[in-house]
């Protein structure tokens, strides 16, 4: 088992900035491609970004390339999502993810195994 925990979320203005934190505990964090995938009021679950277990490789999705930024430190079994110029769009629950190392280019939320509770992003116009 593998728990998480996210923090970092809040209300920002758009064009403002945000970084949320993922704290891991249980199995060896640095097994694990890890992803933050968001969910808004009315619409589904969609993927944000992921990371590779060594945090070479990350992969985001086209709404936020360029805006965000996913890394992580195994050292302190955590990751990150830096996100820049936010936008009204941005709001959701922000959700932290763990999946096997091979499968880091996943945007498939069925394909995680652990999540965490989630953190709230709004973002005012």
């Known amino acids: 088992q593998v728990q998480l925990v996210e923090s970092g979320g809040g209300l920002v203005q758009a064009g403002g900035s945000l970084r949320l934190s993922c704290a891991a505990s249980g199995r060896t964090f640095s097994n694990y491609a890890m992803g933050w995938f968001r969910q808004a009021p009315g619409k589904e679950r969609e993927f944000v970004a992921s990371i590779s277990w060594s945090g070479k490789s990350s992969y985001y999705a086209d709404s936020v390339k360029d805006r965000f930024t996913i890394s992580r430190d195994n050292a302190k079994d955590t990751v990150y999502l830096q996100m820049n110029s936010l936008k009204p769009e941005d709001t959701a629950v922000y959700s932290c993810?763990?999946?096997?190392?091979?499968?880091?280019?996943?945007?498939?939320?069925?394909?995680?195994?652990?999540w965490g509770q989630g953190t709230q992003v709004t973002v005012s116009s």
């Open positions: 993810a763990a999946t096997g190392g091979v499968r880091w280019r996943s945007t498939d939320s069925s394909e995680y195994y652990y």
